[in-house]
Structure formats: structure tokens, C-alpha cells
């Protein structure tokens, strides 16, 4: 390597652990053996390569081999966020909430009923209404993908399969309703 390459290397680098950027690295669960019941396929699946991916948990297919069981639901949904002066809509929100808790194999909450709300803004014509329906699917994948990283973090907190008393994980809700997202 060139002296110039060198130094343009550790110059990246430096910015890099500057700016906070830093690998999300292996995640060690409290569990080591976890079953997912509920939520979408895709989102099943994806969550199953992040823990399996990430950790030495492995997730396996019945309840009775479990050290840990995540229940989740989604719901979707979509809201008029501005009208033209005609009355037509021109953007609509897509709202995803993912709601979830964590329970251990005897019976003990780990993580209480939570939740991830995400929203994101589309523009929308009726002259491209099948371009919009592919790009409401788009953007639902996307928001489910993000919950999903957000939903590893937050199973990463648990510490133990036996929480002392106030040193569980607490539950998570949004506390507001979420403000319109900017394009």
C-alpha cells in the first residue's frame, strides 16, 4: 500500500469512531433458546436471522423447548395527512404498530406488553394508483424492517431469566401521537 492510501485509510477510520459509528456486534440474550409467536412471516423471518445471526440463541419451533417466548402483533394502517383544495388527497400516513412482550419459560414477564410505532408520509396520485399501492407495500416492509431492529435492542436488555423485583425491563409506549414525518 501507498503512503497516500495509508493515510486516507486512518482518516476514514478516525471519522468513523468519531461520529459514534460502531457495528452492532454480537448481542448475548439472556435466553439461549427463544420461540416467536405471531407477527408477519417476513418479519418472522428476518427476526430469526438477526438473533440466530447475531448471538449464540438459537430460535426453535415449539413453546416446550423454549427458555424465553416473544409474542407479537402488528397492525397497519393508513391516514389522510393533506387535502388539496379540491378535496382530493394528496399524501397519505402509513402508520405500522408493533406490539410485543417477552415471557420466560415459567411463566415470568421479562419484557411487559410494549410497543413500536412507526410512521412514514407517501404522496399520492390516482393517476399512478398501482405504483402506489406497490410503493405503500415498500414502505410497510421497510417500517417492519426497522421495527424489527428496533425490537433486537430492546430483547438485548434482558439480563436475566429471574429478575429481582424493580430490576425487570420496563414496558415501552409511545406517549404522544406521532408527528407527521417530513418528506
Do not use: W
Request: proline share 6%; hydrophobic share 40%; net charge neutral.
Amino acid at each position: 500500500m501507498t503512503r497516500r492510501s495509508l493515510l486516507t485509510l486512518a482518516c476514514s477510520v478516525l471519522m468513523l469512531s468519531a461520529c459514534g459509528f460502531q457495528l452492532r456486534g454480537q448481542q448475548d440474550y439472556a435466553f439461549k433458546r427463544l420461540y416467536i409467536s405471531g407477527g408477519s412471516a417476513a418479519g418472522g423471518a428476518r427476526l430469526t436471522r438477526l438473533v440466530q445471526g447475531g448471538s449464540d440463541t438459537v430460535v426453535v419451533n415449539s413453546v416446550a423447548n423454549a427458555d424465553a417466548t416473544l409474542q407479537i402483533s402488528e397492525a397497519r394502517g393508513s391516514s389522510t395527512l393533506t387535502l388539496n383544495s379540491l378535496g382530493v388527497v394528496e399524501e397519505y400516513q402509513m402508520n405500522l404498530t408493533m406490539t410485543y412482550s417477552l415471557t420466560g419459560k415459567d411463566g415470568t414477564v421479562l419484557i411487559p406488553p410494549s410497543v413500536i410505532a412507526l410512521n412514514r408520509a407517501m404522496t399520492y396520485s390516482d393517476q399512478y394508483s398501482q405504483a402506489k399501492s406497490a410503493e405503500a407495500d415498500i414502505l410497510f416492509a421497510d417500517m417492519e424492517s426497522d421495527a424489527i431492529d428496533q425490537l433486537t435492542r430492546r430483547l438485548s436488555l434482558v439480563r436475566s431469566l429471574h429478575p429481582a423485583p424493580g430490576q425487570g425491563v420496563p414496558a415501552v409506549a409511545p406517549r404522544a401521537p406521532l408527528p407527521p414525518p417530513p418528506l
